[in-house]
């Protein structure tokens, strides 16, 4: 559905019941992997999807889903409203 390169180098890939980020640290070969549920991003449900990702200026990744809307400052997941989102 959407995909998105960070600061790092690292995609980030939203799509249906799923989020995943992937890195290739110095090798030719990209290694990717679900992140739901982890880092406060949020698990989903068979039926949603993530379906839109935007880097700021700031840097920060914002990503819009069925489950709501999110934002990831490098470390951590939290609902748009403010609330640490939990595992």
Not at 9 to 20: I, K, M, P
Not at 50 to 72: C, I, K, P, T
Request: with cysteine.
């Amino acid at each position: 559905r959407s995909i998105v390169q960070d600061r790092t180098g690292r995609l980030w890939v939203a799509g249906d019941a799923s989020l995943a980020r992937c890195e290739a640290p110095g090798t030719p070969v990209m290694r990717c992997r679900q992140v739901s549920g982890e880092e406060g991003a949020p698990r989903f449900r068979h039926d949603e999807s993530a379906f839109a990702l935007h880097l700021a200026r700031d840097g920060r990744l914002w990503m819009g889903s069925e489950a709501g809307l999110y934002v990831y400052d490098g470390t951590r997941w939290r609902r748009e409203d403010g609330a640490t989102v939990p595992n």
